[in-house]
């Protein structure tokens, strides 16, 4: 059974920084994509940011390109985002979602269950 | 960037037969997937390159892109079908994956 387990969310001050984690099991972690998708409660979903199964070439949204970085822990099978110079608008339920296939450029077939970021003073 | 275009809401009797839309640009060259979304659930895929069916997805679930506009058609629709689907793409002159802004899909 696919299992993606979110963690690292919080409240954090605007500019501040955090480090969200997504612990990965039931699949052989390398031959997959990996993306973190968020929702800000109530409203729609919002693609962040994409790496392949090899973890070359990641994509970002334009509204975090240059201040959050996916990465991908092969040896620990953990995907990561990390998220600098946060502002208020990302604050939201950041989801880990598992491509069906290498490519980061199709459909997702299992999501974890979120991890809550605030950003506020 | 390229959008994609979901009405907000659409209501159905119970065993009627729901349709919700997703238009975009010649949506008809993508590849269009639909999930499901339940409140205080994360998303469940229900529909992949535009008509496949993941195992365990009932075969009420149904998809089908055309045109403009490509769809969600969920036949004898249950109680347990009411929530939110989003459709979407991967939109290749931006390299971004692109979601609708979601259909509530409300069962009478």
């Known amino acids: 059974e696919v299992q993606l387990l979110a963690s690292g969310g919080g409240l954090v001050q605007p500019g501040g920084s955090l480090r969200l984690s997504c612990a990965a099991s039931g699949f052989t972690f390398g031959s997959f994509a990996l993306s973190w998708v968020r929702q800000v409660p109530g409203r729609g979903l919002e693609w962040v940011s994409a790496?392949?199964?090899?973890?070359?070439?990641?994509l970002y949204a334009d509204s975090v390109k240059g201040r959050f970085t996916i990465s991908r822990d092969s040896s620990t099978n953990t995907l990561y985002l990390q998220m600098n110079s946060l502002r208020a608008q990302d604050t939201a339920l950041y989801f880990c979602?598992?491509?069906?296939?290498?490519?980061?450029?199709?459909?997702?077939?299992?999501w974890g269950q979120g991890t809550l970021v605030t950003v506020s003073s | 960037s390229y959008v994609l275009t979901q009405p907000p809401s659409v209501s159905v009797a119970p065993g009627k037969t729901a349709t919700i839309a997703c238009g975009g640009d010649n949506i008809r060259n993508k590849r269009v997937h639909w999930y499901q979304q339940k409140p205080g659930q994360a998303p469940v895929l229900v529909i992949y390159y535009d008509s496949d069916r993941p195992s365990g997805i009932p075969d009420r679930f149904s998809g089908s892109n055309s045109g403009n506009t490509a769809s969600l058609t969920i036949s004898g629709v249950e109680a347990g079908d009411e929530a939110d689907y989003y459709c979407?793409?991967?939109?290749?002159?931006?390299?971004?994956?692109?979601f609708g802004g979601g259909t509530k899909l409300t069962v009478l």
């Open positions: 979407q793409v991967w939109d290749t002159s931006t390299d971004h994956q692109v």
């Open positions: 790496i392949s199964g090899s973890g070359v070439g990641p």
């Open positions: 979602a598992k491509g069906g296939t290498s490519s980061p450029r199709y459909y997702f077939d299992n």
